[in-house]
């Protein structure tokens, strides 16, 4: 093993490209940041702030502060909790599938992604939480037994999600972690601290480089690519449930679990996208991150939000072919009923913007992608929010019709769920490697045999 280990290190230090490779990731890691991200953390760490507050404030006087009236019950919460486990979506999609389909532009934004999912979903896992209003009794959600012989109610969908969102938690850390441990040995061996040494060498595992830890690497990341795979599908296709199985008009409707992962997987790449072209700008990583791999992004993104556009025309056909005037109402309400500024918001940032992805300079354009992207996300917002509040706002019983609107608190804590996952974000890109060192530099090694950089030698 120490053997395989010194041939390793001889084969990095003969070859500069793969050597550069170590120290244009790892520099943000030991090098001090820079103005810039401390002004950025100042910023969304000013966010998250402003969502504690409004949350303190609504544990302190309750939930009526919010804008939640009789009928609609579900508000900013819900429709927070769909988002973000959405934007959950494009780390496994990215790092899972497009592994088992060997795709290497998946290279320099595996990473970042992985650790993506990891915070969408905290930050998701919160909103369920917080809708109940009492986060203290978050305990009883979970099946155990307990002094009262109570169980949980396993008909429930808001239970299936709580199943869901657990195991997808916990099988992308498991998949994350297991990706850093290459890295971790490399931090290791790059450490110049004895606390830096210390901790880098108790994550890595013992790793040494060698061809059996490679080996064995290669199949426990296969084994977890082919067991995450299906729960991009199923994750937000229980999700969807919370609503489908509903006799609400509006949500009753089968088209609810490709819908939701055609959604998902749109908004997440276009977070995935808007998070990297700012990570490549302040550590320069234009040649790891490079434009061929954002417009490829940009032809996923431009697929997706053809799925979904075909989903709201669906919509309505199921509606009319049903021939149930709830139904036929529901839909007709959602595009020209009071909420229509919403829902038209929803088709032109999810259904128009992304036609200028048809355009290969616009492709490969850093300034209109970023844009885009951001639409595409603004727009994903308001599709959950057309879907919740429509349909609860005007349902069977004209007499208990109401307006929904949103209160400052409720915007205090949409703010802070952004502050949260963005504050973890940078706090990623400084303590760990957003891109995997041992991918890259396979990639860039072509005697390598391993798909993530092992030992060029023979076992």
């Known amino acids: 093993m120490d053997i395989d280990y010194a041939r390793e290190a001889s084969v990095i230090e003969g070859n500069p490209s793969l050597k550069s490779i170590e120290d244009s990731i790892s520099k943000p890691l030991s090098t001090k940041a820079s103005w810039k991200y401390w002004l950025a953390l100042m910023f969304t760490s000013s966010l998250l702030i402003t969502g504690v507050v409004c949350l303190g404030f609504s544990f302190y006087y309750g939930t009526g502060l919010w804008g939640n009236n009789n009928p609609v019950g579900w508000g900013f919460p819900i429709i927070n909790f769909v988002f973000w486990v959405g934007i959950g979506h494009a780390g496994t999609l990215i790092s899972a599938i497009l592994f088992l ?247 032109t940032c999810n259904v128009v913007s992304p036609q200028l992805f048809w355009f290969k300079k616009i492709r490969r354009n850093v300034f209109v992608m970023f844009m885009v992207a951001v639409f595409v996300n603004v727009g994903m917002w308001f599709e959950r929010f057309v879907i919740v509040v429509s349909s609860l706002s005007r349902d069977f019983l004209p007499s208990s019709w109401a307006y929904y609107k949103p209160t400052l608190v409720d915007i205090g804590i949409l703010l802070g769920s952004f502050g949260f996952f963005f504050t973890l974000v940078l706090l990623f890109a400084k303590t760990l490697p957003v891109v995997s060192i041992a991918e890259v530099k396979s990639s860039a090694d072509g005697s390598q045999p391993t798909h993530h950089g092992g030992s060029s030698h023979d076992k």
């Open 101 to 347: 389909f060997r795709q290497k532009w998946r290279t320099g934004i595996a990473r970042f992604a992985e650790g993506m999912t990891i915070f969408a979903v905290m930050t998701a896992a919160m909103f369920p939480l917080i809708h109940v209003g009492r986060p203290w009794l978050g305990g009883y959600l979970f099946p155990y037994p307990n002094q009262h012989a109570l169980w949980v109610n396993f008909t429930s969908p808001l239970l299936w999600d709580v199943f869901a969102v657990s195991t997808y938690f916990i099988v992308s850390f498991v998949f994350w972690y297991v990706g850093l441990i290459p890295d971790f040995a490399t931090l290791r061996d790059r450490a110049v601290t004895k606390m830096r040494k210390f901790i880098y060498t108790l994550f890595s595992l013992g790793w040494r480089h060698s061809s059996r830890h490679w080996q064995n690497y290669e199949m426990v990341y296969l084994i977890l690519a082919g067991f995450a795979t299906p729960l991009v599908l199923s994750v937000h296709t229980i999700v969807s449930f919370d609503f489908a199985v509903a006799i609400l008009p509006g949500w009753h409707t089968t088209i609810f679990p490709p819908y939701f992962v055609a959604g998902a997987v749109f908004s997440g790449f276009a977070m995935v996208q808007n998070s990297l072209i700012i990570i490549r700008k302040v550590f320069n990583y234009e040649h790891i991150i490079t434009l061929d791999t954002l417009e490829k992004m940009n032809k996923i993104m431009l697929v997706t939000g053809m799925m979904v556009g075909y989903a709201y025309g669906m919509e309505f056909f199921i509606a009319w072919y049903s021939g149930s005037q709830p139904e036929q109402f529901a839909f007709m309400n959602r595009a020209f009923g009071p909420y229509m500024w919403a829902y038209w918001i929803m088709i």
